[in-house]
């Protein structure tokens, strides 16, 4: 068998408990301008598509249910101003048909199980209805969240804060500060083990905004123990970290990653996206199209990252566990991963924990080539047009949300 180097750099310590993990289709699906979220944008792919998962977490020795981010909730129409006034000036399509609460409820979940819901970040994209979960539900935030004095209390109480304070009142609020030194750097990222054996980890994962944290649970322990990396908004699209040094594109992409289209020939040459990478035309020392991931975190001035150069930064250190064959990346918005892989709503009983041996990793790491450009015409299309409301359009939504939006400039009454 193969030396998994990027094991021995990843430095991840040894345990044989591992927490069972279920992703749950949210059903939100964003659709955002692309020069906000990648560089250099091509002609052809000026928008991206983000679906968002989230992700049951069972964690057998204690019996205790965890989830990780919650996606949108469905009546978006209620989010604080802050938030609201942003979708409705620069979101080009939104659509959300269910709450996660909702999906969770119908699949017999009870919200009462739920002991911990670990939101990556605050945005509205990953805080759900929060609110619905019980009092004994703990929110568990990333580093410098509770003292940063624009989110708490929260909306309305502080017109400006992207968190409803109904969110955060009434319950445990954990923010997770990465100040145990005792505790190892996987990766490169500060860790906090979150059960306390090994099954589950938070990383510190900074740039996208204040306290991003990504998950890192054990899906089957051992000494080959495997992984798989909730990466939250690390970054949004899957060619930021691919292709790299430790996978490369193979000489042919598999057929079965590709959409069946006419552009793609079959066996279709990874020529086809090498020979537009942006990387051929850029500066004077070209790098290797095959071994370079495609794009790069966004520095434009409407940046969806607080930090730029923090979040490549990051997410260069995510190229290490990408490259391990003992570690499945899942970024919130990744659509390859919900398209292919099984999900609560479709197979409740199914999980993640067999990826491995299933192949999941080959299966979804080059479905995002589907999205790129094609000789500058449109990569694949727009998931969603315009905004929806009870499973209809709602062609009235930009000007309700500006209206409501317009909260967050006013001062508290
Ligand atoms: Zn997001």
Redesign the pocket.
Known sequence: MEEDYSMSQLKIPSSDVTVRIRMVDTTGV?VVRAISFIEPVQPGHEILN?P?AAFLIDHPPSGRKIMFDLGVRKDYWKLPAGPQKRLGMVTPALRVDKDTTEILMEKGIDLSEISSVIW??Y?W??TGSMELFPSSTELVVGPGFVSLPSLLPGYPHNPQSPIDSAAVENRVLTEIAFDDAASPRIGGFRSHDFFGDGSFYLLDTPG?CLGHICGLARTTGGSDSTFVLLG??IC?FAGDFRPSRQIPFPPAIPCSSLDRDAYFPIPCPCSLFADSHPSNAAGTKPLDPCKTPFYRISTHETAAYTDSAESQRSVDKLIVFDGSPSVLVCL??DGTMLRKLPTLNSNPEEDLNDWKRRGYKEMIHWGWLNELPRNGKLGRKQAVKGFWRDYQQWPEAQEVLCKNGEAAASPLL
């Open positions: 964003i983000l968002c990556s970040h945005h994209d990953h996208h939250g908004d949004h919130a918005h």
